[in-house]
Nanobody, 120 residues
Framework: QVQLVESGGGLVQAGGSLRLSCAAS????????MGWYRQAPGKQRELVAK???????NYADSVKGRFTISRGNAKNTVYLQMTSLKPEDTAVYYC??????????????WGQGTQVTVSS
């Protein structure tokens, strides 16, 4: 099986910055796309940013120019650098790993979520 462990959430004032990290563990051969989603209270989960194994990225319009997604050299970690944070960025942020190829199968995996709260 695959585990995704997130870290880096917290409370920050508007205009501040946070960096989220997510590390995948298990008997992993490769991971295709990795990304960050978020879910605010009463709202559906939405894509924030995604990065392919080759490094191509895409972002939600609401975070373009403020957030940057990247992957570690081992390709099993993903980061989200968030700057110029706004109160509307407050949500639980989830890490996702798509098409994780392991010794026992191929999985789509989710982290447990990390809370990001931006105060005004």
């Amino acid at each position: 099986q695959v585990q995704l462990v997130e870290s880096g959430g917290g409370l920050v004032q508007a205009g501040g910055s946070l960096r989220l990290s997510c590390a995948a563990s298990g008997r992993i051969f490769s991971i295709n796309d990795m990304g960050w989603y978020r879910q605010a209270p009463g709202k559906q989960r939405e894509l924030v940013a995604k990065i392919t194994r080759a490094g191509s990225t895409n972002y939600a319009d609401s975070v373009k120019g403020r957030f940057t997604i990247s992957r570690g050299n081992a390709k099993n970690t993903v980061y989200l650098q968030m700057t110029s944070l706004k109160p509307e960025d407050t949500a639980v942020y989830y890490c996702n790993a798509d098409l994780v190829v392991t010794a026992t199968g191929i999985y789509d995996s989710w982290g447990q979520g990390t809370q990001v709260t931006v105060s005004s």
